[in-house]
């Protein structure tokens, strides 16, 4: 198990790369600039916050004007992270080595003061190019363009846009109408792809544009995606722009995808609108509903060149001659009898219970793969013996066997293995409920769907690895475990969302340093300042910081948390070469009296007072630890101990036995007399002999 979890964290550490933060924390210069109306990001560009651009929004991240100064370019926006959705900070780093003019221009991303929430925030800022967007967000309908237009406008860019992906193995995820902007002027001549990575993948995007599995999750659970998935989107974005009416209008989210399943997504998007010649081929091979069978880049560019390619035909998903009910339902195929499970779990379980639907499976739809894994998966939670959550987790298993590419369906969330993370931050954050998640992983219900996938873009070993160490930490209550540790093993780009640390975006070590210096300058120290979420964050970021004083940290004595949080803290300052923080010295120095009454001899707490309190002015909280921490000076301080204990244990004897004899008084005094005269006469006839030796030898007479 130790193994694993060292691969584990190996694993997570990669995945955090390039993630840091790109700015550091708001100092006083910054908010008293910020009361003006405008918050510098740091020294070459200014965001007006009170000057919004809404056509630039990504979902519910707000864009407002910025301007760059001396050799920044002058023109810019900014995205504003909300506090609940993650940035895609690993994909930025991906996304600034792609060079290519259909694609907006990252300029600078990092953390600033944000006036309007009084909190820190993360901020990408981009090259403002853009122009109008081909679609407004709430028009649902289409623009009728011409198929020669889409040709020459769309295409070209997007396609070469899409060729870079490929090559960099990126996912866009926001491919829709309303992020393609009409760059010069108000004729539209280029498009130039918008914003992807101020939100989770997809989050913004609307069912529409995705595919039937990705569409049927939470938004915030899409998880990521695939340059396939980016095909499908640019192929609903294309019959959008052509098409003259909405055949999905008025529709709801989940209507939509079981449109697409019953009709196919091509017919389902298209409607009534008939497109003849090549674009045709175009449509029906990106809207293609089998990723294998989807056009690839390469494909649309051999398209492109003028080579006529024939449509790929889509396999018709298989019916059985007799339903199953469900309810008041009959279903008739398990992609949506798999989606209304949830709907009816009691009747759900007397399906199963009674062999209704493994006899359906067997009988009507022959499909021998599908009842071997119901049996598996039933006598697994039998065994399991889940008690009062059997239901749940029953038709969550039952779910996964019926449909494998869906997301995981459990206790009303519907969610990519790989997108937990996100959505447990958000849960977090918005201060939800987060026990569903926590049963989610302690039953190992996402393990049983990472090993249903057949998606050969799936890393379904780090999935496995990832949730497997999260089962072994939710199961324990100490400080860097539980939830929280969960949330950063999948979530490695998520800030610490320690309560502590509110209104700070801490992306690192060193970031949470910063805010606690920046804490204490203001007088508002915590009592301790390491918790459970900062504990976590800080194993999972740099396991070297903390792990060693983990022990401390979840110690009931006061003397050995304050140690485990100086300790910690100093460790953090010494190995990324931090400069001195006097305001945090000088709190933590406040709180070491209960640690220096551990110490024994008087001169050695004396002397440590005196060193700690010069080390806490200078801001050296590094050689704080280290004081109190060295062998030598607590072996010292022993050493004194145990001579001290010796004499103390020898003069208590010593007591003990007068103690003995002063029991009888009238004795006492006697036997101390008689004692006293006979070591007198002893001596005094010690005396006589000596005299008497002496004078024989000198050959005289005492007489």
């Not at 098409?243 to 209008?249: E, G, H, I």
């Amino acid at each position: 198990m130790a193994e694993e979890d060292e691969k584990a964290q190996d694993v997570e550490k990669q995945d955090a790369e390039g993630v840091a933060q790109e700015s550091p924390p708001a100092n006083a210069a910054d908010k008293k600039a910020a009361a003006s109306g405008v918050t510098p990001f740091g020294s070459s560009i200014d965001i007006h916050y009170g000057n919004p651009l809404p056509q630039y929004n990504n979902g519910p991240v707000k864009a407002y004007v910025a301007r760059g100064k001396g050799n920044m370019y002058k023109n810019l926006f900014a995205l504003v992270c909300e506090k609940h959705l993650t940035p895609r900070l690993k994909a930025a780093s991906i996304y600034e080595s792609i060079i290519n003019p259909g694609l907006v221009k990252l300029v600078k991303r990092g953390v600033v003061y944000w006036p309007p929430t009084k909190e820190q925030r993360y901020v990408l800022v981009y090259e403002d190019m853009l122009g109008t967007p081909l679609l407004e967000e709430e028009n649902k309908g289409g623009l009728g363009w011409k198929q020669e237009a889409v040709m020459e406008i769309i295409l070209p860019p997007i396609t070469d846009v899409l060729r870079d992906f490929k090559n960099k193995d990126f996912f866009h995820g926001n491919i829709r109408p309303s992020n393609m902007f009409g760059a010069g002027g108000s004729k539209v001549e280029k498009i130039v792809l918008g914003d992807c990575l101020s939100a989770p993948p997809s989050y913004a995007q609307k069912t529409l544009y995705e595919t039937i599995e990705r569409g049927m999750a939470d938004p915030i659970g899409r998880g990521k995606g695939e340059v396939t998935d980016d095909m499908y989107s640019l192929g609903v974005s294309l019959a959008v722009v052509m098409r003259s009416n909405d055949p999905l209008a008025g529709m709801s989210e989940r209507d939509i995808v079981r449109q697409k399943m019953e009709l196919g997504s091509y017919v389902a998007i298209t409607g009534k609108d008939r497109f003849t010649g090549s674009i045709l081929e175009l449509l029906r091979g990106l809207l293609h509903d089998e990723p294998a069978q989807r056009w690839t880049v390469d494909e649309m560019m051999v398209w492109l060149g003028g080579t006529r390619l024939s449509p790929k035909q889509t396999t018709k998903r298989k019916k059985a001659p007799r339903p199953i009910v469900l309810g008041d339902k009959k279903y008739l195929q398990l992609p949506f009898l798999a989606m209304d499970l949830e709907n009816d779990m009691a009747e759900t379980q007397r399906l199963v219970d009674d062999g209704v639907l493994e006899q359906w499976l067997a009988r009507s739809l022959e499909d021998s793969n599908a009842v071997e894994k119901l049996q598996r998966a039933v006598q697994f939670l039998q065994d399991a013996g889940c008690g009062t959550g059997y239901a749940e987790r029953l038709v969550g298993n039952v779910s996964m066997v019926l449909d494998p590419s869906a997301p995981v369906r459990f206790k009303g969330l519907n969610i990519f293995g790989d997108g937990v993370g996100a959505t447990l931050a958000e849960q977090i954050v918005l201060k939800n409920d987060i026990k569903p998640f926590v049963d989610m992983i302690s039953s190992g219900i996402v393990l049983s769907w990472a090993h249903e996938q057949d998606n050969p873009f799936l890393d379904v070993a780090t999935l496995v690895s990832r949730f497997d160490g999260c089962r072994s930490s939710v199961r324990q209550n100490k400080v860097g475990y539980g939830i929280e540790r969960c949330l950063y093993t999948l979530n490695p780009e998520c800030q610490c969302l320690s309560e502590k640390l509110a209104g700070y975006y801490v992306m690192s070590p060193e970031d949470m340093v910063y805010a606690f210096e920046d804490l204490c300058d203001q007088g508002k120290a915590p009592a301790l300042f390491i918790d459970r979420h900062s504990s976590a964050f800080l194993s999972i970021k740099d396991r070297k910081v903390i792990d060693s004083y983990l022990y401390d940290l979840n110690a009931s004595e006061d003397y050995k948390k304050i140690l485990g949080n100086l300790k910690t803290i100093g460790t953090i300052q010494k190995r990324s070469a931090m400069p001195p923080m006097p305001a945090l010295a000088k709190t933590l120095e406040a709180m070491l009296p209960v640690v220096y009454q551990r110490y024994h001899d008087g001169n050695i707490r004396e002397k440590l007072e005196k060193n700690i309190k010069r080390f806490a002015e200078s801001g050296d909280i590094a050689k704080m630890a280290a004081l109190l921490d060295s062998p030598e000076v607590v072996e010292k301080d022993n050493k004194a101990f145990r001579t001290a204990m010796h004499e103390y244990m020898t003069l208590t004897k010593e007591d003990q036995n007068l103690e003995l004899r002063l029991a009888d008084k009238k004795s006492f005094g006697k036997k101390t007399g008689q004692d006293v005269s006979a070591v007198i006469s002893s001596i005094l006839a010690s005396i006589i002999i000596l005299v008497v030796v002496l004078l024989s030898f000198s050959g005289r007479s005492i007489f």
